[in-house]
């Protein structure tokens, strides 16, 4: 059965320091690949997607993510954190052809300022 | 912006009860979902629609049904609640999704069973 894995439940960072969430997935076919990010209060809202060419792809708000084909992966970065940043991160994956978008568990992001 | 809405907030049932929550969308998606979304187990699918009157499973579809009668309305129903039902419901929508369009999601409506 297809499925999102993501390493880390719960992260905690100061602001300014580097941030990178796993994300791993199985499923042997060509996927779409997206992040999207629940900040209190407000609606799921994507952060940014990969569907095909560059692996390195760059979201809003400074956040990118690598699709590593290999390693069935797909990891958020950010290079410094911000408090506003403070959120749910959820990395979600929908295989071409299908309708379906299966979302992992989500990581909570908790920023010091 | 595409707007995704959900009729209510929050919403609190007794056990047995019919249930029947509302989303509409403004920007004329063929596709729209039902989530419940939980702590510690992500967002997970439970019905979805391609088209008008069409209807698929998703991944958790016992206890619920759902309705399409109007391209930009998409209900779900819980036809008798349970406690196991109380949860945050997520309604979405998309243009295109066998390509490259994401979800549009809306508030959420949490919805409480006692």
């Known amino acids: 059965a297809q499925s999102v894995s993501q390493h880390n439940h719960h992260v905690i960072l100061s602001e300014a320091a580097s941030l990178e969430l796993g994300c791993n997935y199985s499923?042997?076919?060509?996927?779409?690949l997206f992040w999207y990010v629940q900040y209190p209060g407000q609606h799921l809202q994507l952060l940014l997607k990969?569907?095909?060419?560059?692996?390195l792809v760059k979201g809003i708000k400074g956040f990118e993510a690598e699709f590593i084909k290999s390693k069935f992966s797909f990891n958020l970065r950010k290079p410094s954190v911000q408090w506003s940043d403070t959120a749910e991160y959820f990395c979600?994956?929908?295989?071409?052809?299908?309708?379906?978008?299966?979302f992992g568990a989500g990581t909570r992001l908790f920023v010091k300022a | 912006d595409v707007k995704v809405t959900q009729s209510s907030r929050y919403l609190v049932k007794r056990t047995g009860e019919k249930v029947f929550l509302e989303c509409v969308q403004d920007?004329?998606?063929?596709?729209m979902f039902w989530y419940r979304q939980d702590p510690g187990l992500g967002l997970r699918l439970i019905y979805f629609?391609?088209?008008?009157?069409?209807?698929e499973k998703g991944d958790i579809p016992e206890g619920y049904s759902v309705s399409r009668e109007k391209k930009e309305r998409f209900s779900l129903i819980l036809e008798s609640a349970s406690t196991n039902q109380t949860s945050m419901y997520l309604c979405?929508?998309?243009?295109?999704?066998?390509?490259?369009?994401?979800?549009?999601f809306g508030n959420g409506t949490r919805l409480t069973v006692t």
């Open positions: 979405a929508s998309s243009l295109r999704q066998l390509l490259d369009s994401p979800l549009h």
């Open positions: 499923y042997g076919g060509t996927v779409n």
């Open positions: 979600a994956v929908g295989h071409t052809g299908g309708f379906k978008t299966i």
């Open positions: 990969y569907f095909s060419g560059d692996p």
């Open positions: 629609s391609y088209d008008v009157k069409m209807k």
């Open positions: 920007m004329d998606h063929e596709n």
